[in-house]
């Protein structure tokens, strides 16, 4: 989904919500002079709420194809898989020397422990193979713990396999007559879409950073294709929720030879920016709200040369 | 059948998303081209465009039809966002604030789109520069000027009747040059 459209998705579900709460706490003058109106003039006051418009084929194509996804969540190959159920099996195949050359402690054999993480949080990597000897854990400088995994195998998304491709066809297909037909064409373009997704990343080397808490296991992440970035390496931004308070957090991966690394505000630029050091190539920081929700990220040599710069926001 | 902008916003008053969304994909185009046009950032054009429908999911129920026509009424709400934009030297996210929005992660292709639009999309702006001289400079005075009819007519030396009947048909003009460009 895009910017425009979770845009919309959210203001819609406002314009719904707003009118309900108003329903539910309306003064009593209000509530009068609407029992008038609605004595006198029902027909109006009915049309004006009725339906409108209505989505258009695009958007009842995504509805349809969701409502197959949740039906067949139980098929085994369209499960989405948690950290608790299958883990992820390991391969011994060397990283690439782009990623041992940028993340040098990929060089070092990988702990039992770390191990135990790659096969855990594999299939949440959105891969069923992680490299045995790809999988780290590593540390903030604020002591925030990351799983560094490099995966290999087929897919993307949250442990739904590329095998469930044939299901959700199977099952569109099924109901194709009883639906809309360019709902259902809408649908067919999107399941392809994914099918090309699948193919042209198939083996492909991803390096995945994910974002470990103490509380709830794996909290986040973010990932890219070492063979297709040039100066590899990872940066997230988002809102959580910790004790009912709503905090930015940003973190990120740098490649070996990155010193330290600069967050500035692109909002308020006169503001301080905040520095990391990266003893262990990834950083962390709680964001002052001053900051706002955009920033700019600097990857740092030690005499202070830029040598990537990444926009971030929400 | 398509309804009216006006019909939409009622609808959207009573709780109806789907007016939301038929005024939204209607007018989403033109307002983010207005931005595109006017503030380099892109990012930018995208949180005053969020913001601005925003404020229309706010303010629709307060929408009066009687004060002009609801192209106008969005026209201004844009207008009013960048002014405000340019005085405080960032994009404010009240309305947005206000209905608790979660973050919206903007993606390439988002701001691809913004691109886009500034390079071809619908202008409000240019739209208005192609009206008739005489309505031209009555929306522009009533609609982004925000004066009152009284002051215009005094400048334009007739009456507040021919000023709004100059308002009125420049903006059903614009309505028709929109739906054709959108």
Known sequence: MNGFDDLERQLRGKVAVRRARRRWRPPVRTLIVAAIALASAGGVAAAATGMIGGPGSEERG?????????????????????????????????????????????????????????????????????????????????????????TAGRGRGLGRGADCLPILRAELERRADAADAAAVAHARRLLDR?????????????????????????????????????????????????????RTEVDGLVPARVDHVLVRSRVRPKLAPLRFAVPQQVFHTVLPKRFGNRIAVQWRSASGTVLRVLKLRY | MEHSDEALLDAMAAGDADGFSSFYRRHLP???????????????????????????????????????????????????KLTDSVRRQRVEADARRRLALEPIAICDADLQRVEELAADGPDLCELVAGLSPEHRDAVTARVIDERSYREIAADMQCSEAVVRQRVHRGLRRLREQLRGTT
């Open chain 1, 62 to 150: 995504v509805q349809l194809l969701n409502e197959i996804r949740r039906d067949t969540e139980d098929v085994a190959a369209c499960r989405v898989e948690g950290p608790d159920r299958r883990p992820a099996q390991l391969s011994a195949l060397p990283a690439s020397d782009l990623a041992l050359g940028a993340y040098p402690r990929l060089r070092q054999p990988a702990t039992a422990r770390e191990r135990a993480l790659a096969r855990k949080y594999g299939r949440m990597a959105g891969s069923t193979t992680v490299l045995s000897s790809g999988a780290r854990e590593l540390r903030a400088t604020d002591g925030t713990r990351f799983a560094l995994l490099i």
């Open chain 2, 30 to 80: 033109a307002v983010t081209a207005y931005f595109a046009r006017r503030v380099a950032d892109r990012e930018a054009a995208f949180d005053l465009t969020a913001e601005t429908f925003a404020a229309v999911v706010v303010a629709a129920p307060r929408f009066d039809r009687s004060r002009g026509p609801a192209i106008a009424w969005l026209l201004g709400i844009a207008s009013h």
């Open chain 1, 194 to 246: 994914e099918e090309r997704a699948y193919r042209d990343n198939a083996g492909r080397e991803r390096l995945v950073l994910l974002k470990l808490r103490r509380d709830r296991g794996l909290s986040s992440g973010g990932g890219t294709y070492t063979d297709s970035a040039v100066r590899i390496g990872t940066g997230s931004i988002g809102v959580t929720r910790v004790d009912g308070r709503q």
